[in-house]
RNA sequence: UGGGGCGUCGCCAAGCGGCAAGGCACGGGGUUUUGAUCUCCGCAUUCGAAGGUUCGAAUCCUUCCGCCCCAGCCA
């Protein structure tokens, strides 16, 4: 055994960043022993992929440090909480990859706890229950410039608040009767410490404790004690909490909570062309104008999966962009990168023809009809082959033949050469048309010498095209997606229902139901990814595809050098 | 005009007083039976601005400018 040098980095590293930086002091220092870390998603709706990065931090950091993550439902709100979205969530974490420490929690677990609490501080005169109307309470909260002034309920006995908290605990005052507030400060400068109310009564039933209660703690009153509860050391949240930090440390000063877990905010992740914002996706589904929250179009976790993101392409994407506390828009290039970058390792490939033109080759002879073989990746033989039938009439795509074209046309030119993938040289010799002067079909003669092998002339045909067998093509439905948004900041463009509608691109999907493909993917599995040649990457649909009725949904396309050039050419005029 | 944050290449992002990593995007060359992949090369004399400290500053200090968040009985 030779002394091996230790490699610097492992396989998998993650960059380093100011969260990882701060953990490992705080495991030096002796500030902590352990790093237990959660994700912890209101089920109000579906996760998406600024989730997805909360989600790889959380659990990325408790992986590394040797920890543990767990997943905590924040469901105080039963008004906007469901079942449905909980299962949802669940099933997201586990096809990213990701399995928590221990059971599923939830913050509702906690609420005979916090209700405690809660009267703890009313008996030391740091909470009181406060009448005042949620108009008269914005008024007194004072504005950004000005401090507020005391609520007149605000020197209630410790005995007659207690006794009012059990009323509305009992259920005895309707909802917006009167709150729970700490006593803290209404002259603070953080207006998240002018008395914040810790308790309202919501008279719904809660999707896991019924009807049993009718009085909910507030996110600032359960979030800090939930993570004391459950020995998190790090909460990890985004930005716009931060101004919430001091009231997270005041709780938990004031209660007898069993840790001191401790805030960090890191900047939440944003993509151009499209919104990162539950309440937005809720009403694009709700209005909608998509198919659900898992539209291949959406930003979804679930909506990705559909669309055929790998699970591994959306960890990479947000490993790539950075745990940082500033605020920007991460380029939609960037995830699309990951996605192409772990399909073009991992995707078969297979042929198939978008808008189909019939190619009749003269010179073979129908009874000829031979099965060639195709390897399914072209650097990676362990993938194996498959057998691919070839005929005297054949498809190809319209976007690959010009009567007349320059040499810059690498494709199917009257009177030239090209390649069919994985199989024979052909000559384009004459078309035929309709009546409407249209090109119905390509007569073509092929040279028998050409197969695995360069023309025997030598001079090699510039392009390669795909291509089915026509009388082995199988029927497919392809759907095609464009960005859900027209404006590469629909986040910014406004918060009103209006301006994210009027942002919506409305032409983002496009069914194309001729589609012919090569019989193997007859065979396809629901969630399969193909690469269709010099197309892009494909998924069978999750839902819908049948070996019966195929239906694939364009994950993306494959980078395109041609395109710009061909555009640059068509908008000059110079075809 | 209160409080809390943030400003390094078109985008993301290292950098932690010793003389600007990397990725995406973009441009160009090579290989190629995918105009893909792969590969090679290029891409910030400058770090929001101006002063100052220092032998030396993106890193320290001062002032200024710009952007984001906070006045839900949402999270």
Request: proline share 5%.
């Amino acid at each position: 055994m030779t002394a091996e040098i230790a490699p610097a980095t492992t396989n998998q590293n993650k960059a380093n960043n100011f969260l990882r930086q701060r953990i490992a002091d705080d495991l030096e220092t002796g500030t902590t022993k352990r790093v237990v870390t959660r994700f912890p998603p209101e089920p109000n709706g579906y996760l998406h992929i600024g989730h997805a990065k909360s989600i790889c931090i959380n659990f990325g950091l408790a992986e590394a440090f040797g920890g543990h993550c767990h997943l905590r439902f924040d469901d105080t709100n039963p008004e906007k909480e469901s079942q449905e979205y909980i299962d949802a969530i669940i099933d997201d974490l586990h096809w990213l990859g990701f399995q928590w420490h221990g059971d599923t929690r939830f913050a509702s677990d906690y609420f005979e706890q916090l209700h405690q609490w809660a009267k703890l501080l009313i008996g030391k005169n740091l909470a009181y229950v406060c009448d005042l109307s949620p108009e008269q309470a914005r008024a007194y909260r004072g504005s950004l410039t000005e401090a507020g002034r005391n609520s007149p309920y605000r020197e209630r006995s410790a005995d007659e608040n207690l006794a009012l908290f059990e009323k509305m605990t009992a259920g005895e005052f309707d909802e917006g009767h009167c709150v729970l507030r700490a006593k803290i400060d209404m002259s603070a400068p953080n207006i998240n410490l002018r008395d914040p109310i810790i308790y309202r009564i919501r008279k719904f039933r809660h999707h896991r404790t019924a009807n049993k209660w009718c009085v909910y703690p507030t996110y600032d009153f359960t979030h800090g004690q939930s993570d004391a509860i459950e020995g998190i050391t790090h909460s990890i949240c985004t930005l716009e909490f931060e101004d919430h930090r001091p009231l997270y440390e005041w709780f938990l000063q004031q209660l007898p909570v069993p840790n001191q877990p401790r805030q960090f905010e890191f900047s939440r992740l944003n993509v151009n062309y499209t919104v990162t914002s539950k309440r937005k996706l809720k009403h694009l589904v709700d209005a909608g104008l998509v198919d659900g929250w898992d539209d291949p179009r959406m930003p979804t976790i679930s909506g990705m999966r559909r669309r055929g993101y790998a699970a591994q392409s959306l960890r990479n994407f947000c490993d790539s962009t950075g745990v940082t506390r500033v605020n920007g828009v991460v380029d939609m290039s960037q995830l699309e990168f990951a996605v192409r970058e772990h399909h073009n390792v991992n995707a078969p490939r297979a042929m198939v023809v978008m808008q189909p033109l019939k190619i009749v080759l003269g010179n073979y002879d129908a009874s000829d009809a031979e099965q060639l073989r195709a390897p399914n990746h072209p650097q990676n033989e362990a993938m194996g082959s498959r057998s691919l039938p070839f005929g005297r009439e054949l498809y190809i795509d319209r976007e690959d033949f010009r009567e007349s074209a320059n040499k810059k046309f690498k494709r199917l030119v009257l009177g030239k050469k090209v390649r069919l993938r994985n199989a024979y040289v052909i000559f384009a010799e004459s078309v035929v048309r309709d009546e409407q002067g249209e090109i119905v079909e390509v007569h073509c003669s092929y040279d028998p010498a050409t197969l695995g092998a360069d023309p025997p002339d030598g001079v090699k045909p510039k392009g390669v095209i795909q291509w089915v067998s026509a009388a082995h093509a199988v029927g497919i439905e392809v759907r095609e997606y464009d960005r859900l948004f027209r404006i590469e900041n629909p986040e910014r463009a406004g918060s009103d229902e209006q301006a994210l509608l009027e942002s919506v691109n409305p032409n983002s999907l496009r069914v194309h139901r001729n589609c012919l493909a090569e019989p193997s993917l007859a065979e396809a599995r629901p969630e399969q990814v193909f690469q269709f040649e010099r197309e892009g990457y494909f998924v069978a649909d999750r839902h819908q595809h049948t070996s019966a009725k195929p239906v694939f949904n364009k994950t993306i396309g494959l980078r395109d050098s041609w395109g710009k050039v061909d555009n640059q050419a068509s908008n000059s005029g110079a075809k």
